[in-house]
Every structure is written in structure tokens, then in C-alpha cells.
């Protein structure tokens, strides 16, 4: 039995411990937001926070996740930086099919937690991991410079 | 639906009954049957259900792959029946091929970028209809003249006296008044939500992880499978050595299927480390020699077969002959894989002679007919249960992945979720197969086109996909648009059919035979404003005379882009310009090449007059998502064959355009009041020869195969 937290509740889950995280979010645990999209840590689809640091979920195994604090799309709304990026990414009508946009928008809150004020290149640099193939890229970075704008304003926003 | 249900006799609507306590008004989408001898049934194929609480639900045959179908078509009879888009509730139709056949397509397909103007007309007539109907209630109530009345956000009101009631409360008066004969539409004066930007009714499920897609069903007992199919097309299964993948934790079963072999576990990560487990032995069969050389060897060699004319102008031999000079050359394009972000995957459980199935597809008909086949059962037994699709982009107009996946299921005794992997499904695609172009103008003495040859060497998807648009020998859309717009006086389009070897499936890929023909027209177009010493746009204007939208476009885009000013050194700037699918778009790419030959997008201004625009901003992300998926296509679009095997496998070996690669793009529309026109498409077609155009003005070479080779733009 292997002890995984997630969105603040503990799980027992009994897989081998190469699992890797994803499958544990979405087969064990059904937590399904985070999506399925290479399985080689190439496309940002399963991205989650563990202990706050973006990680792509497809390569990551449970073994190793310990007792960090696992974080999927399912809990950003309780996370002040990622409600406003998900209410900048409504406002701006980012998505389409919606598939690769839980991994953009956990790329992104682990982005705007560690660089309040990003510049486009600070943006292409952590973004550019995450494809979508609905193209929606300039719109994904105009959200993260909206929300990064109204955090700002707020002064704070700190989850 | 029961007796007391009333017709009326006009083609048009509808039936309308008072059902379980709603208001239910059945209309047809315009079918493909209709127009057929005996279809006199007319059996309504959309319902608009209005409950007492007011709620409208939309049946809607339509599937949502981030083309925004959900939100505009709601949007179409939100707008007629005077309710707010928030009052509309969508419900997916189930198959039915008969019921809901697209009235092009022929079939319950959503694909095409087809399925606005399928229901522009119906769906506001089918409001607007129901709306009258609700409004005669309330002045029979009121004894008060309809025209007194004014409706908004479900009520019927009348301003004289104050008086208001909600549709709900009016549902079964309105049942029992006569189906309105001729309601008039609105006009686009007095839209309220069409031509409104609103924002997508499905949008808050995707960014918080509730959206459920076909790969998120979890059916209760649902188990995992991992599965590889014969890497060698049309391979079989020889045999499998299972005892390892037996030990491994969570791993149920081993299931064999003719041409492939899949592992039923816990979850997908014991299914895979069991797949892995397996010794397999394949019989590759006849194609385990077949190479990519030898598929295009074969296409360049028909280039010089005999062709099948599809379209036929004056005389071009004639013109040729009196032709000043000729200008002649070939195009190649590759075959190309989809890679939509989910990947293929169906879930499947047969049980006591019936078949449920939890996938996303552009087809439901031919999903819950391909199950049924698979199940051994009959068609009524099949439930389908449709999902958001995470991308669709053509690959989801197959059903294959549905028949593997019931064929596995066959064998479980639950449900069973079968998840391809990347490399499965890069290597399983049903692809765009390779395309090549051979173009031959005539030209007289001013370097002006005489005469518009085009040659197209390709596969019949039609023969397959829709049989009736395979006609004469002429797939209808492997020639579609091979001559672009333009006026040429006389005009020779023929066509040589060419497949791929048995097993190597081919389809349809986004923008279709568009993406092919105008990368062909608009690269040769190029070519002759530059051997005619001619600006790129001037000469393109000079052919487009005779229409006038195109025309309208092509300016507009050049005057956004600032056509004619000069870019940095290493830049150029290069348009495209082309009709299809019921639009009008012009591109304006401008790109940047360095010394490596690397190739980069810096700007792309697109011009699109689509008729009228449901939902603008819906309009313009279509734009955006279509240039990014064509330069994905144009600069690194390539699938390739070595021992009947594809070599890529993952987007490390086939990559697609990210975030620090993507252009700025600015998106323009032609205000129009023209029925719609597609979207979902054209941009990808467009997006290619404006590339490459603009890649020769910045280098001076001419891209003619792609993708783009650095290697052959290097200095």
C-alpha cells in the first residue's frame, strides 16, 4: 500500500510503485481532470502541483511522491493565483475542445506562484511545455498576463 | 410522443405536443432523405423541449470538438425563441442515421465544418416558431392581439397593462393551439445573440477539470485495457508468450483479437506494464517491405498515368499550344497523423445480448452500427453514450477504435476502458495519405494565364467515407478547389487514384481536400506572379474579378498585414487566398528564416468573410486554431513508413507547434449577412502556401514538397 494526498485528502492506493501518478489520479482515485496525453512528459497534459512544483504526472511514480501535497485541477479553484487564471482564461475564451487546458492551467498557476509578473519569455518558457493543438496559445498568454495584471492589482493573491 | 400530435403541412414543421409536462416542439433539421422519393414521413429529427420551470433543452445532433457547435447553435435558437443562452439546456442526440443525417453529408456526421449551415435556417425556424406558439397562448389568456405583445428571456409580457407570464406556465395552452404557418425570422437587425460574441456555453466544465470527455468514463466496474496492434499494417497476431505479464500486479486477463492483443487490468498502468510483459509474434504479411520511398515512387509515378477529367474549361491543350510559354511543376504533401490531445480510446461493455459504449465520435450512427457489428448484436441493442471530444480534427469520423474496443470487451465480463498509447495512436491513425500535384499553365506574352492544368494524384476517400461523392472515377474531394477561385478562360482538373497498400488506413484530416489543393494552387499562383515580375496580390486581383468576396478578402488582408512595406533581412512576407467550405479567407503570413534554415512564424494577418458570423469570437478562434494546426503541418507535418511500420511514434519524433513558435495572429472579418459559412477548416488550408510564400520571398527558394526542409533552406 502506497500513502498518496490529494487535494488535501490521504489515500491509500494499492499499486506497485513505478505507477505512475496519473494513473493513480485517474484510475484509482478517479479524479479524472488530469488528462492522459503522451505518456513521456512531452505534451503538459497531466501536469499537477506536487508540493506546489508543476510536474508532469505521466512520469512521475507514486512511489516517489511520498507524503508530498499532491494538487490536481480539481482543487485550483480553492488556490487564489489559479481561480484567477481560470477566470482570466473565461474571460479571454481560451478554450476549445478543452482537453490539454487542465495542464495549461496548472502550468500556469505554478508559473504566476513563482513570477508574479512574467514577461512574454518567462511565459514561452514554462508554457512551451504544454501543447494544444486547438492552437490557443496567443489567447493562453494573454490570460496569464490578465490574471498576472488583476493579481497584482490586488496586491497579493497568495494561496 | 403520442396521439394528439399536430402537423402541419408545409416541408417545414413541426410537431408540437404537451409531453411528461413540457412543451415539446419536434422540427427536422433539413435531411439528406427529403429530397428523396417517398420520404413523405417527415418525421421531426430536433426537438426543443420547454419544461414548467422554463428550461429549454435542445436535442442537438451536432458534437462538440472545440468548434464551438454547442454555443452557436444555441445560440441560433436562443435568439428566436427570445430565452437567454443561459436558459438553454443541450442535450445530445443518440444515433440514429436514419433521424439525424446531416443534408450534405448523408449521414449523422459532424465534420465538414458543415454543421451550421445544416441548421441555420431550421433551428431559427423551429424557435421562432415555438415562440409564436407561446405568445398565442398568453394572448388567448389575456384576450389581448399578438402584436401588443413583446417576449424576452422566456415571457411573454404585455407592456400596455404590465402583465408577464414565463413560457412554462403557458406550456399547455401552447400545445393545443394550432403549429403558426409562416412565422417571419428576425432579421439581423434585430438579432440579440446571433453575430453576439458570447462565450461558450461549455467553457466553465473545461477549466476546472468537470468536463467529461469519452476517455473519462468510468462506468461502475469498469476494468483498464492496454493494447498493441499488428505495428505492420494488416499484420495478425501470430502468437503470445503471457506468462510475465500474468505476474504482474493487477493484471486480470490477456485478450487476442485477429490483428491484435490487448491487457485487461486494475488500471491502464498495470494494463501497460503487462502489454510491455508480453512476448508477441506478429505475421507481418505482404506489407512488411513497404517503405516511404515506394509509396511516393508510386504517387509520382501516376503524376505521368492516365487521368479521369474532373472538370473541364474551354480547352487547355488548345491554349497551351498557343501559349507564349508554359510553366509546369509538381507538389508533393506527405501523409500526416492527427495527433488530437486525447488520444484514441473507447470504453465497452457487452452483456446478455447488448452492447453500451462510452466514446467521443463525430459519427454516432456509424459508432453504434461498427459496435453492434463487433458485439455480434442487434442495433437496437446498442446504447451509445457520446462525450466532448479532446479534438476530432477528422480522426474521430472513423469508428475503428469502437469495433477493437467492443471486440475486446466481448471477452471481459464488465466494462472495459481501452486507452490507446501516443505511439499507438500515431502509429494506427487513419492518415492523410500523400497528395501530389502536377500544375501546367499556359501563359501569353505578359506572363497572364492562359490556361489552369492541374493534375492531382491521390487517394478516394469518398469510395470509403460518403460513396455518393465518389462519382465518374472522381473522388469529389480530392479535386475540390484544384483550381482555386480564379477565372482562368480555359481549365483541365483531372484526377489519378492512387491508395495506400492494404492496411494502411487513410482518411479524412482537417480542412481536407482543401489543405491539399490550395497549398497547390496558391504555391503555383506564387510562382507565376513572380515569373511575370508582378506583385504576389496584383496578380492574384487581376484573376479575381469575377468574385468579388474573394476579391474583398485578399484586399483586406493586405491592407492589415501592411502588404508592401519592408520586413528585416531574413524576412518575408507571403498570402494566400482561396474559397471553400461556404467562406472566403486571405492570409497573410510573414515568417523569418535564419542561416540553419530553421523557419519561424512571426505574424499571420487572415481575412474571412464566413457569411454571417454566429458568434465572431468563435470565428476568430477557429482562425487562430487552424493557422497554428496548418503551420504544424507546413513545417513539421510528416509521417513516414519503413518495413511496413510508422517511424514516429510520440511528439518528440512528430512535433506539432508550442507556445515560443506559435505567431501573433490577427484575425479580420468581413461583415456579411450571408448565410454561414465553415469555419472550423479553411484556416488550415490557407495557412500552408502563405508559408511558403512568404519562405521564398525571405529566401528566394520555392518550398514544393513538404514540410519544409531546413536542410534545403540552409545558407
Redesign the interface.
Known amino acids: 500500500m502506497t500513502t498518496v494526498t490529494v487535494n488535501g485528502a490521504r489515500h491509500e492506493v494499492d499499486?506497485?510503485d513505478?505507477?505512475?501518478l496519473l494513473?493513480?489520479l485517474?484510475?484509482?482515485l478517479?479524479?479524472?481532470?488530469?488528462?492522459?496525453?503522451?505518456?513521456?512528459a512531452?505534451?503538459g497534459?497531466c501536469t499537477v502541483h506536487v508540493n506546489g512544483v508543476a510536474r508532469r504526472s505521466c512520469v512521475t511514480p507514486v512511489g516517489l511522491v511520498g507524503g508530498a501535497d499532491v494538487r490536481?485541477?480539481?482543487s485550483?479553484?480553492g488556490n487564489a493565483v489559479g481561480r484567477a487564471l481560470?477566470e482570466a482564461?473565461?474571460d479571454v475564451?481560451?478554450?476549445?475542445?478543452?482537453?490539454?487546458?487542465?495542464g495549461q492551467?496548472m502550468s500556469a498557476t505554478a508559473l504566476l506562484e513563482s513570477n508574479r509578473s512574467p514577461s512574454n519569455a518567462d511565459?514561452?518558457?514554462v508554457?512551451?511545455?504544454?501543447?494544444?493543438?486547438?492552437?490557443?496559445?496567443?489567447?493562453?498568454?494573454a490570460a496569464i498576463r490578465q490574471a498576472a495584471k488583476r493579481l497584482d492589482a490586488k496586491g497579493g493573491g497568495a494561496s | 410522443m403520442s396521439g394528439g400530435i399536430r402537423q402541419s403541412r408545409r416541408a417545414f414543421l413541426a410537431t408540437v405536443a404537451a409531453a411528461g409536462g413540457s412543451l415539446l416542439v419536434g422540427f427536422r433539421f433539413a435531411s439528406a432523405a427529403d429530397g428523396r422519393a417517398g420520404s413523405t414521413a417527415l418525421a421531426p429529427n430536433a426537438f426543443i423541449r420547454i419544461d414548467r420551470a422554463s428550461v429549454v433543452t435542445l436535442t442537438l445532433p451536432y458534437v462538440e470538438m472545440g468548434q464551438g457547435a454547442y454555443t452557436s447553435q444555441a445560440q441560433l435558437l436562443a435568439d428566436e425563441l427570445d430565452v437567454g443562452l443561459d436558459q438553454v439546456k443541450l442535450e445530445h442526440a443518440p444515433p440514429d442515421e436514419a433521424l439525424y443525417s446531416h443534408s450534405v453529408w448523408g449521414g449523422q456526421i459532424t465534420g465538414g465544418s458543415g454543421s451550421l449551415s445544416d441548421s441555420w435556417s431550421s433551428l431559427r425556424q423551429a424557435g421562432a416558431t415555438a415562440r409564436a406558439l407561446l405568445v398565442a397562448a398568453a394572448c388567448k389568456q389575456w384576450q389581448v392581439d399578438a402584436k401588443s405583445c413583446r417576449t424576452e428571456r422566456g415571457q411573454v409580457m404585455h407592456p400596455a397593462t404590465g402583465r408577464r407570464i414565463k413560457y412554462g406556465e403557458l406550456i399547455e395552452d401552447a400545445a393545443g393551439l394550432p403549429v403558426p404557418q409562416k412565422v417571419p425570422l428576425k432579421t439581423p437587425g434585430t438579432f440579440r445573440l446571433i453575430g453576439r460574441s458570447v462565450k461558450r456555453v461549455e467553457a466553465p466544465a473545461k477549466i476546472d477539470g468537470s468536463a467529461k470527455f469519452g476517455i473519462d468514463a468510468l462506468p461502475a466496474g469498469v476494468v483498464f485495457a492496454a493494447v498493441a496492434a499488428s505495428p505492420v499494417f494488416n499484420g495478425k497476431l501470430a502468437g503470445v508468450d503471457d506468462r510475465k505479464a500474468r505476474a504482474v500486479k493487477g493484471v486480470r486477463q490477456i485478450v487476442k483479437l485477429d490483428d491484435a492483443v490487448a491487457v485487461i487490468a486494475d488500471h491502464t498502468w498495470a494494463a501497460r506494464k503487462g502489454l510491455a510483459a508480453l512476448q508477441i509474434s506478429w505475421n507481418e504479411g505482404a506489407n512488411a517491405n513497404v517503405t516511404s520511398a515506394k509509396l511516393i515512387g508510386e504517387c509520382d509515378a501516376a503524376l505521368e498515368g492516365e487521368g479521369v477529367v474532373a472538370k473541364k474549361v474551354g480547352d487547355a491543350a488548345l491554349a497551351e499550344g498557343k501559349a507564349a510559354s508554359t510553366f509546369e511543376a509538381t507538389y508533393r504533401q506527405p501523409m500526416l497523423a492527427h495527433l488530437a490531445m486525447e488520444p484514441i480510446n473507447c470504453t465497452a461493455h457487452v452483456h446478455a445480448g447488448r452492447c453500451e459504449v462510452w466514446v467521443g465520435s463525430q459519427v454516432l450512427g456509424r459508432a453504434q452500427k461498427a459496435a453492434a457489428e463487433a458485439a455480434g448484436v442487434p442495433l437496437k441493442n446498442v446504447i451509445v453514450h457520446n462525450h466532448l471530444l479532446g479534438g476530432g480534427f477528422g480522426r474521430r469520423l472513423e469508428s475503428d477504435y469502437v469495433s477493437q474496443a467492443v471486440s475486446i470487451a466481448r471477452q471481459v465480463d464488465r466494462p472495459v476502458k481501452v486507452t490507446w498509447s501516443r505511439e499507438e495512436d500515431v502509429q494506427h491513425d487513419f492518415f492523410r495519405y500523400h497528395n501530389h500535384s502536377k500544375v501546367r499553365v499556359g501563359l501569353d506574352g505578359k506572363g497572364k494565364a492562359m490556361s489552369w492544368r492541374h493534375r492531382v494524384v491521390g487517394p478516394a476517400i469518398m469510395t470509403k467515407f460518403l460513396p455518393q461523392f465518389f462519382k465518374d472515377g472522381v473522388d469529389f474531394d480530392v479535386v475540390n478547389g484544384a483550381d482555386g477561385p480564379y477565372e482562368f478562360p480555359n481549365v483541365l482538373v483531372d484526377y489519378v487514384r492512387r491508395e495506400a497498400p492494404e492496411g494502411l488506413r487513410t482518411g479524412n484530416w482537417r480542412g481536407v481536400g482543401h489543405t491539399r489543393n490550395v497549398f497547390v494552387v496558391e504555391s503555383a499562383i506564387d510562382e507565376l506572379a513572380h515569373r511575370a515580375g508582378e506583385d504576389p496580390i496584383a496578380y492574384r486581383r487581376a484573376l479575381l474579378t469575377k468574385s468579388p468576396r474573394a476579391l474583398a478578402v485578399l484586399e483586406l488582408a493586405a491592407q492589415k498585414a501592411g502588404w508592401g512595406k519592408t520586413l528585416g533581412k531574413g524576412r518575408g512576407r507571403g498570402v494566400s487566398v482561396m474559397e471553400g467550405f461556404g467562406s472566403y479567407l486571405a492570409q497573410v503570413a510573414e515568417v523569418r528564416v535564419d542561416s540553419t534554415g530553421s523557419v519561424r512564424v512571426e505574424r499571420v494577418v487572415c481575412a474571412v468573410d464566413c457569411g454571417t458570423a454566429v458568434n465572431p469570437d468563435i470565428v476568430k478562434a477557429q482562425m487562430e486554431s487552424g493557422i497554428i494546426f496548418g503551420i504544424s503541418a507546413v513545417l513539421y507535418g510528416k509521417v513516414t513508413v519503413a518495413n511496413g511500420r510508422i517511424e514516429q511514434s510520440n511528439f518528440d519524433n512528430c512535433p506539432v507547434l508550442r507556445m515560443h513558435e506559435a505567431p501573433r495572429i490577427e484575425v479580420h472579418l468581413v461583415k456579411s449577412s450571408a448565410d454561414p459559412g465553415g469555419v472550423g477548416e479553411p484556416g488550415t488550408s490557407a495557412i500552408q502556401p502563405a508559408v511558403t510564400n512568404a519562405i521564398f520571398n525571405a529566401t528566394g527558394k520555392r518550398v514544393r514538397d513538404l514540410p519544409v526542409d531546413a536542410g534545403f533552406l540552409r545558407t
Do not use: H
Not at chain 1, 475564451?93 to 487542465?102: D, R
Open positions: 499499486v506497485d513505478d505507477t505512475p494513473w493513480v485517474r484510475d484509482v478517479k479524479l479524472t481532470g488530469t488528462k492522459f496525453g503522451c505518456g513521456i512531452q505534451c497534459a490536481t485541477i480539481e485550483l479553484r481560470q482564461w473565461l475564451a481560451v478554450v476549445q475542445c478543452g482537453y490539454c487546458q487542465p492551467l511565459i514561452d518558457a508554457m512551451s511545455g504544454n501543447i494544444c493543438r486547438c492552437g490557443t496559445y496567443g489567447r493562453i498568454r
